[in-house]
């Protein structure tokens, strides 16, 4: 889509005054629902994402339980009023393609084989959207399932880099989501590198694409520290049992 808006000025400044390398303002709160065995709550920029995790228990029906392993059920929604046009309430194709890579991803980093025939569900809410949701809520996610005391591999993590104006940047912004020329999501286990989601919206050149998968790799391990010092937080101002 082409745009009269100058995404990033002559000094390398963009919109919202970030440069280039830099995330917009991370916040998370964990345990925050007291229903749900675990969850997060995630400010991420603009955007707002509550994540409830249930389980592990049975998975009903039973024909969709897996004898050797847990199944992993994310549900990924956007709230109608997240958006400024209202959106149409319930999954659309979107949602569940969201929904569907992020249960990948997932899947990838639980100990599944510990909960035979059981289902974890994890819900995901976008409360408020403003780029970069899905990145928002698999971090939220990773959170969610740590505080839900589910074996993890690691907690995942997850942010995206992109192409505006020609230039490569981390994590893009309402107005460069909308108006820039690529955008790549990923998701790794951070004690590791392992990739565990990649898409990519736009063109990239080889040097961009490499250029842009180390940015958000190295956007991924600055919020996975802010992640691990969340839940620290909430585990080490917990009152003592006596």
Known sequence: ?????????????????????????????????????????????????MVAVY???EALPRHT??????????????????????????????????????????????????FPRASIDVNIEVLNAEAGTRCAGLTAAGVALADAGIPLKDIPVSCAAGKIDGHVVLDLGKEEDNFGDADLPIAISPRTNEILLLQMDGHLTVEEFDKALEMAINGCHIASDIQKKAIMDKYQSAPEVK
């Open 65 to 114: 339980q897996n004898p050797l392993r847990a199944i992993v059920n994310a549900r990924y929604n956007m709230a109608a009023f997240s958006v400024d046009d209202r959106k149409r309430p319930g999954p659309d194709r979107r949602s569940r393609e969201i929904s569907k890579v992020i249960s990948e991803a997932l899947e990838k980093v639980i100990l599944l084989e510990k």
């Open 1 to 49: 889509m082409e745009s009269d808006i100058k995404l990033i000025d002559d000094n390398g400044k963009r919109l919202d005054g970030r440069a280039p390398d830099e995330l917009r303002k991370i916040k998370i709160e964990v345990g925050v629902l007291h229903r749900a065995e675990g969850s997060c709550y995630l400010e991420w920029g603009g955007n707002k994402v």
């Open 55 to 57: 389980g592990p228990k």
